[in-house]
């Protein structure tokens, strides 16, 4: 009943290489936004969490649109690396900046309950024995945001999984480098006959996304568990 | 708690009637992406003609349009860029049999920037190459099926970016984010950047052919058949000239 042609395992090859990259990606910058909007105090912090929420927002394509602009050949960022030689555009690369980008919001988010139900009397307790804040993140916070982190990977690699819009700008649809499961159902179902092909497809990526879904349904009980 | 009912029987109400109804001197017309501007031009000077008329137009890949005409999309003519989609709606029986002409002619070339390419044989130095997807759109298939034939097939499998339609392509090359795209010979003298680098050799693919055929609905719809005798005509003959396509 399932039929896929060698093309299709290439797609869910690539779906699973962008998903890993993209939340590898985007864990130290999560963390280290995460806390700074949890436990530091500075003035327009608004303004940063506006901003860490924007890609939630916007539509995936106006993402891709602007990345495009940025990292393209003639584009602020892009011609910068275009004479180290550095090409992003039309690459994997550029399909895992994207998905990190449209998933940031969600990491942010998970770390941030989690961070947020740590115990405070436990941080003024590294304190008052000397610890400095450095020491403090190491060994209190990050350990205690562990579920948090895996939380909000998991609902980043969901996303990623999911990503089409911006993945097309930025990446385009170039089979075996850079079409994702998105993408190849995509252009079977723009072909009249592509109907199983698509369908079959369709079936892996709900598989896929159902297991990680669940893996972040049993993550999310044991953090309220704990608080 | 009746009433709110009434206000949800209402809304729903007011949703059901303000819906879009299908007007009579509607045209709905599901084109190849090629042909644009030429239609644009032919149904400006038509509905200047005859007032009242409104068009509704769709451009897009052949395949795809077949593909929407096939699960219902409202459709009184369709244009497509090969032979394959409208045998496709013609096996399916959505068009008028009786009214399958063809409309207009083309070429496939190869554009990009000044210097890149000279020949097929260059194509294999290049690192990205815009094709429409095969798979709906008729420019990629003669594109593959040329460089298929010419022995280039598994040398430019990991090179080739899909694009959703021949203006797609076109957009890509013209943006410098690919090397060269297969267009028709038509998009590329609409280019701005880019430029006709080769033309790609007709043995090796078949003739570019633009069949029409009124759709079964389109058939019973008096404008849409006085439209589609207008592309029949001279008028069109002209502006199809002055865009570049070949003569029928």
Redesign the interface.
């Given at each position: 009943m399932i039929q896929l042609s060698s093309t299709d395992y290439d797609a869910i090859r690539l779906s699973l290489q962008v998903a890993i990259a993209a939340t590898l990606l985007s864990l130290p910058f999560g963390f280290a936004v995460a806390y700074l909007i949890t436990f530091v105090k500075f003035r327009g912090k608004v303004l940063l969490e506006v901003l860490v929420n924007l890609p939630l927002t916007l539509p995936p394509v106006v993402v891709g649109y602007l990345l495009l602009l940025l990292l393209g050949r003639h584009g602020w960022l892009g011609s910068l690396l275009n004479k180290a030689d550095i090409r992003l555009i039309f690459t994997l690369k550029a399909a895992v900046i994207a998905s990190a980008i449209v998933g940031f919001p969600l990491l942010v988010r998970s770390l941030r309950i989690g961070m947020e139900g740590i115990d405070p009397q436990l941080l003024n307790a590294s304190r008052t024995l000397g610890a400095r804040w450095h020491d403090t993140l190491l060994t209190v916070i990050l350990p205690l945001s562990v579920p948090g982190l895996v939380a909000g990977s998991s609902l980043v690699f969901a996303r990623s999984l999911g990503e089409f819009g911006a993945t097309i700008i930025v990446a385009g649809n170039i089979p075996g480098i850079t079409q994702t499961i998105p993408l190849a159902i995509y252009e079977y179902a723009a072909s009249p006959t592509g109907e199983t092909m698509a369908l079959s497809l369709c079936l892996v990526s709900v598989v896929i996304s159902l297991a990680v879904l669940f893996l972040h349904e049993m993550m999310a009980k044991k953090m309220a568990r704990r608080g | 708690m009746k009433n709110v009912f009434h206000m949800i029987t209402t809304t729903l109400l007011c949703f059901i009637l303000l819906a879009t109804p299908v007007l009579a001197g509607d045209i709905n017309l599901s084109v190849a992406a090629s042909l644009k501007e030429v239609i644009n031009e032919l149904s400006d000077g038509f509905a200047r003609k005859h007032p009242g008329v409104k068009f509704v137009k769709n451009y897009g890949?052949s395949?795809?349009l077949?593909?929407q005409i096939?699960s219902g999309a409202p459709s009184d003519v369709f244009i497509s860029a090969n032979l394959e989609?409208l045998e496709?709606l013609k096996n399916r029986k959505l068009v008028d049999t009786a009214s399958i002409g063809t409309f207009t002619y083309n070429t496939l070339v190869f554009a990009g920037a000044p210097g890149k390419a000279s020949s097929l044989h260059d194509l294999v130095k290049l690192e990205?190459i815009a094709i429409g997807?095969p798979?709906?759109v008729p420019a990629g298939e003669y594109a593959m099926e040329a460089f298929k034939k010419a022995g280039f097939g598994k040398q430019l499998?990991?090179k080739?970016?899909?694009?959703?339609d021949v203006r797609e392509c076109l957009m890509?090359v013209e943006?410098?984010?690919?090397d060269g795209a297969f267009v028709y010979k038509t998009d590329a003298l609409l280019a701005k950047q880019a430029r006709i680098l080769f033309t790609v050799p007709q043995e090796l693919y078949p003739r570019v052919t633009y069949p029409m055929a009124l759709t079964v609905a389109g058939a019973k719809n008096r404008d849409a058949d006085a439209f589609f005798a207008y592309l029949h005509g001279d008028e069109a003959k002209s502006v199809l000239a002055k865009y570049g396509f070949a003569p029928r």
């Open positions: - | 890949a395949g795809a077949a593909k096939e989609w496709y990205r997807s798979k709906s499998e990991k080739l970016v899909m694009a959703r890509y943006r410098g984010e690919v």
